[in-house]
């Protein structure tokens, strides 16, 4: 089907710390398929995760090799309105003043600019939160849900930790909202915060919460997604280095964050937020929502070792096994990392979501794979998903240098 984009900005009063009261712009990218007479919309909001934006997770524009690499495209060549999002501090929506200041960096991360002289941070604390990501999320489901012709619901879709978003989103903050929910490679720490810290922003320990921003830099990019590329069992073309595909994503990154383009070697700024809210706790408290007034598909990759890392006891079976509602699928994908997104297995995550999102125009039906509404599954490397369960204990392990949540 034809679709058009479009690029906006939706106004939003921050309640951030280091703006608060401040009108913000969060950036949108809308696409808008030419749906035929008495069709009704159906609007997906997909939301990126900690390091990378949105138009880089979802609306990647390259098509060498095997295919084409925008989710975003995929699923508006199929007739849904697709909206892809920045939150404040990320891509090209509002970042606060603080993040132009390179002293307010990561200590541990200041040498990538030298010859820089490494400073104290001048705003010494986190930026963002979950209260402030659940405010812009709302303001912009609101705005989507207030278009000519939208329906009461949209479609939420998470990317990494934008599960501390959307998940309780959908679970406790506004579910009368939310029609479904996919998660892909959730981060979801099982022993994780309930509740907010007092007070916030939260500025200890000064190693972790000290400063209001993080940077990637290629080298490290690489290296965290070599990790899992090269990890055992290894699937030739899992990553379609042929083509450059490392080159291509950052060039992408730098695309998004022009002032980090000329700090040091050229680096992508994200923000650091402490999230609360998403663990097991809250999600099997939930006996109304997840899995039952909002369905929920999870998709996670074989070797993802950054939403399943052992030593800060993240783990994506636990989010199933944490869901109480009877209508969840979960798919692990053979042959892919946390990084699918830009793997050959890719093919994949748009498949699958293809038909989960198409199975809400039949009532009788509505949100399935293949007409399953609960269970867990394989996605081989070759050949077609089989049912397994691989629920029952926790067998991942975390190899040597996890994979930045993006």
Not at 202 to 227: E, N
């Amino acid at each position: 089907m034809h679709f058009t984009s479009q690029d906006l900005v939706v106004n939003h009063r921050s309640n951030l710390d280091a703006n608060n009261g401040a009108t913000v712009e969060l950036f949108v990218r809308w696409f808008k398929p030419d749906l035929p007479p008495g069709r009704p919309h159906q609007p997906v909001l997909m939301v990126h995760g900690r390091s990378s934006p949105g138009l880089v997770s979802f609306d990647l524009r390259y098509d060498a090799g095997e295919g084409r690499y925008s989710w975003a495209r995929e699923l508006a060549e199929d007739g849904f309105d697709v909206f892809v999002m920045d939150l404040q501090g990320m891509g090209r929506s509002t970042r606060p003043v603080q993040m132009n200041d390179p002293c307010n960096i990561n200590p541990l991360q200041q040498h990538i600019l030298l010859p820089r002289e490494p400073c104290a941070a001048r705003y010494p604390k986190q930026l963002t939160n979950s209260a402030s990501d659940w405010a812009e999320l709302g303001t912009v489901v609101n705005w989507i849900l207030g278009q000519p012709g939208m329906p009461a619901k949209i479609d939420l879709i998470g990317y990494s930790a934008g599960a501390y978003a959307v998940g309780p989103y959908a679970m406790t903050v506004d579910p009368a909202k939310v029609a479904s929910l996919l998660l892909l490679a959730p981060i979801f720490a099982v022993e994780g915060p309930s509740t907010p810290p007092t007070p916030l922003p939260v500025s200890t320990p000064c190693s972790v919460y000290g400063f209001p921003m993080h940077i990637l830099h290629r080298a490290g990019f690489k290296k965290s997604w070599d990790s899992e590329v090269n990890a055992e069992p290894c699937y030739p073309g899992q990553r379609d280095d042929a083509h450059d595909i490392v080159d291509v994503v950052w060039e992408a990154l730098l695309d998004n964050d022009q002032l980090g383009r000329t700090w040091g070697p050229g680096v992508s700024r994200f923000r650091n937020g402490y999230w609360w809210g998403w663990n097991r706790e809250r999600v099997t408290a939930d006996r109304t929502n997840l899995g039952e007034e909002v369905p929920v598909l999870i998709v996670y990759g074989e070797k993802d070792m950054t939403a399943n890392y052992t030593p800060l006891n993240f783990s994506v079976p636990e989010l199933y096994r944490s869901i109480q509602g009877r209508r969840k699928l979960m798919y692990r994908v053979n042959g892919a990392g946390h990084l699918v997104v830009w793997e050959r297995q890719r093919r994949w995550l748009h498949t699958l979501s293809r038909k989960w999102l198409r199975s809400a125009r039949h009532p009788n039906r509505p949100y399935n794979v293949d007409g399953n509404t609960t269970g867990t599954f394989v996605v081989p490397w070759e050949g077609d998903p089989v049912e397994m369960d691989y629920t029952s204990g926790r067998t991942e392990q975390p190899v040597a240098v996890p994979v930045e949540p993006m």
